[in-house]
């Protein structure tokens, strides 16, 4: 089974930049994603990223975040600027599907926690 091991995350005031990483076990697959689950909420992808590098993103966080990979070191890595206190959330990564964006697998990792206050 396939795990996965978020960081990066901590403690930004609004307008800072936080950059999340996450390794896989084994060879990332063809399109990765980064999710997100606030407090009350249910968790929800963020951006994705396909094996050819064509990405997706919510609308929430166009123009603010960015998603890469780096497959030789099995890495997916989000940079997230101009955050907002909204951005508030534990982040996790998956394999993704390309057509829908659902996580593939059910286990998750431990997430990374992003706060964005003042």
């Known amino acids: 089974q396939v795990q996965f091991v978020e960081s990066g995350g901590g403690s930004v005031q609004p307008g800072g930049s936080l950059r999340l990483s996450c390794v896989a076990s084994?060879?990332?697959?063809?399109?990765m994603a980064w999710y997100r689950q606030a407090p009350g909420k249910q968790r929800e992808s963020v951006a994705g990223?396909?094996?050819?590098?064509?990405?997706m993103y919510a609308d929430s966080v166009k123009g603010r975040f960015t998603i890469s990979r780096d497959n030789a070191q099995n890495t997916v890595y989000l940079q997230m600027n101009s955050l907002k206190p909204e951005d508030t959330a534990v982040y996790y990564c998956?394999?993704?599907?390309?057509?829908?964006?659902?996580?593939?697998?059910?286990?998750w990792g431990q997430g990374t926690q992003v706060t964005v206050s003042s």
């Open positions: 084994t060879s990332i697959f063809s399109t």
């Open positions: 998956n394999a993704a599907s390309i057509a829908t964006m659902e996580p593939i697998f059910g286990s």
């Open positions: 990223i396909t094996g050819s590098g064509k990405r």
